[in-house]
């Protein structure tokens, strides 16, 4: 597992970097500015992540301002040339439209004033910040296995998996990192990787009951969305075929809902608090002249129905009590050390 | 005799083209895969083209007065999101329901008036409802994915006739049901009423049809308006197979619900078609999806597939049309 390594070592020199910037901010005279543009404000998962990021400002010790395009690229241009005019020391953005930034992003350089990328790269990012979704294709693909060689005495079984739009990265990561992990178990096969179109739950619905009819034998699907497999899971029930098992990808609420209730056996949460956390300590760091990875993917928490109990408990603190959640933990020692003390219920 | 008979077949398949490729393809599928005819299957296909199949009654007749609404994922995703919202909030599910529906007519209304009432084309005034109705219903759903739980939209994805179980044929679904009357109740509309045949008369010729004293903007808000409560009532029939509101849900349906039209063999010019035959439209393309995923074929031929498919429905259309006009 050579990529969990070089997480943990990403890890373990942030947190050193974490200690070095301690000094950095006693340095300053007045506290530092970091902007934050963000995509909108309505959505429950960006107002997680601006939670986050208030939580990094109010360790550190900085000034945090957050800005919002409302869901309008040329809005969201204006709030980043705002936060230019105003001399913030640092800027996190997650662009709308890469392409729109090309003449703001070169004001921000005039201006001295560095710039922290989530999601796309746009020419002049310090660094980009994203989550690591092949990586979590890979952790399904392992808790699959798991399933299967509990079912057969054996890894083996036959799987079909549901997939988003072709040509998005992160379809192609979703379900290249599960894949590529199957690769090594050669009696699993998977018989059909197909299309929802544009993540389509009418037609993950279609495609389940065709794989009902095509391979009777079929023994688990992957799903790359809650969207995709709850409505999976609902054909299931109706064809009485609830011995096929289904992992998913999401966190969603309705997604959790369907852990809970066993018709979904795992999925994978991606910690909007977490990722807002990071996102504004990266620009802060960069702003304090600390050297920073020119990519940070931060991986998701697998929620299975085992730990979901640990993991609910999880979700209560980001929300409750966010101001002593480790967040300079990596995610799966979080998530491990949350199953292990609550166990399932 | 014999060449009487041949040209009599000849002009029965080129009127209907669209049945015989039904036919042809039909035949073909069930001879290349051991399981395309299995009644189950065949009864899959029928709940699988449901959606587009509601939404092609409204999109046939607005296609016949000249016009195209690019707005029925909205007006299906208002009926979807709405009922659903309500249905969670606590409202009983004819309120939710009746409430859904207003919203998804609403969007036709609003279709109606850009139209005919300020007179912007209707690509350029669809796609604005198209993009602005599923934003609106978004706001209000405050972008959260909505579980579909209530006894109603359950009843409707469970519910089968009894089936012939010695036989192992299950029984067939409420949903195709109910597609299969709304088809039987707009084809008698479009036959039997005054409304059907003004539609053909805009169709074939606005100018005269309003001379002769069809009040065409009348008809034409009327047409926008079903378009959108049919889209409306292919929301419910979603909302029930899903079971999750997920914020793109039916987004593109615009697409295989043109597709449909085409492939039934109306025109997109309007004046000519039959809404019955938009039903084998969606028939052809849902079976050749089926049949697809059956035979094994990688999903990126699928897609090719699909629109190669509509090219030569377009295509074919074209021949047959000019092949009558030489004759």
Redesign the interface.
């Known amino acids: 597992m050579n990529r969990k390594m070089s997480f943990f070592i990403t890890f373990v020199a942030l947190a050193m970097l974490l200690t070095l910037s301690i000094g950095a901010v006693g340095a300053q005279d007045a506290p530092l500015r970091i902007g934050l543009v963000q995509l909108g404000t309505?959505?429950?998962f960006w107002i997680a992540q601006v939670a986050g990021g208030e939580e990094a400002a109010r360790r550190n010790g900085f000034e945090l301002i957050v800005t919002s395009g409302e869901g309008d690229v040329t809005r969201q241009v204006e709030a980043f040339e705002d936060l230019v005019n105003q001399g913030v020391d640092a800027i996190s953005i997650n662009p709308l439209d890469a392409q729109a930034f090309g003449p703001a992003m070169e004001a921000a350089a005039a201006a001295n004033i560095p710039v922290v990328c989530l999601f796309s790269m746009m020419d002049g990012c310090v660094t980009v910040l994203g989550f690591e979704e092949r990586v979590n294709g890979g952790l399904v693909a392992q808790y699959a296995v798991q399933l299967l060689t509990e079912k057969y005495g054996e890894p083996r079984g036959n799987v079909a998996i549901l997939?988003g739009a072709?040509g998005q990265d992160i379809n192609t990561n979703r379900a290249g990192g599960f894949t590529d992990v199957l690769a090594n178990y050669p009696n699993i096969t998977v018989v059909?990787?197909?299309?929802t179109?544009?993540?389509?739950?009418?037609r993950?619905?279609?495609?389940t009951?065709?794989?009902l009819?095509?391979y009777p034998d079929l023994d688990l699907i992957y799903g790359l969305s809650?969207?995709l497999t709850?409505?999976a899971s609902?054909v299931l029930k109706?064809a009485g075929r609830e011995d096929i098992m289904l992992v998913s990808y999401d966190g969603?609420?309705?997604g959790l809902?369907g852990v809970a209730d066993g018709s979904l056996r795992s999925t994978v949460a991606l910690l909007p608090q977490y990722n807002g956390f990071w996102n504004v300590y990266a620009a802060y760091l960069v702003a304090s002249d600390v050297q920073f990875p020119a990519t940070y993917y931060m991986p998701g928490a697998m929620v299975t129905t085992e730990n979901l109990a640990g993991f609910q408990q999880l979700s209560v603190d980001l929300a409750e009590n966010i101001g002593i959640f480790p967040f300079e933990l990596p995610v799966g020692n979080i998530v491990a050390d949350y199953g292990a003390r609550y166990g399932s219920e | 005799m014999i060449t009487s008979l041949r040209t009599r077949l000849r002009d029965w398949m080129s009127g209907n083209s669209a049945l015989v490729a039904l036919l042809a393809l039909f035949i073909f599928f069930g001879i290349t895969s051991g399981t395309f005819l299995l009644p189950n299957n065949i009864f899959n296909i029928f709940r699988q083209m449901s959606v587009v199949a509601v939404l092609g009654i409204g999109m046939t007749l607005v296609i016949l007065i000249g016009g195209i609404d690019l707005s029925v994922s909205s007006a299906l995703f208002m009926s979807a999101g709405l009922s659903a919202l309500l249905l969670r909030d606590g409202t009983s599910a004819p309120v939710a329901i009746g409430v859904g529906l207003l919203a998804a007519t609403m969007v036709g209304v609003i279709n109606g008036l850009l139209i005919e009432g300020v007179g912007i084309s209707p690509v350029i005034a669809t796609l604005g409802t198209l993009i602005g109705g599923r934003g609106l219903a978004l706001v209000l759903m405050n972008n959260a994915q909505i579980r579909v739980e209530d006894p109603f939209f359950e009843f409707i994805a469970i519910t089968r006739t009894p089936g012939i179980e010695a036989l192992n044929i299950p029984g067939l679904p409420l949903i195709a049901i109910i597609v299969f009357a709304l088809y039987l109740i707009a084809a008698l509309l479009m036959r039997r009423t005054i409304y059907g045949r003004m539609v053909y008369a805009i169709g074939g010729n606005s100018t005269a049809a309003r001379l002769s004293g069809v009040p065409v903007r009348s008809v034409k808000m009327l047409t926008y308006i079903q378009c959108s409560f049919s889209a409306g009532i292919a929301g419910l029939l979603i909302a029930a197979s899903t079971g999750v509101i997920s914020p793109n849900l039916g987004s593109g349906a615009e697409f295989f619900t043109i597709a449909a039209v085409v492939l039934g063999g109306t025109r997109l010019s309007g004046g000519i078609g039959r809404v019955e035959r938009t039903l084998i439209g969606a028939l052809i393309l849902f079976m050749t999806l089926n049949w697809m995923t059956i035979r094994r074929v990688p999903t990126e031929w699928q897609q090719a597939a699909t629109g190669l498919l509509v090219l030569a429905a377009i295509i074919i259309d074209r021949l047959a049309q000019r092949s009558r006009e030489a004759s």
């Open positions: 309505d959505n429950p997939l072709l059909a990787a197909e299309s179109g544009n993540w389509e739950a009418d993950a619905v279609a495609l009951e065709n794989w009819t095509a809650d969207s709850v409505p609902d109706r969603t609420e309705v809902a």
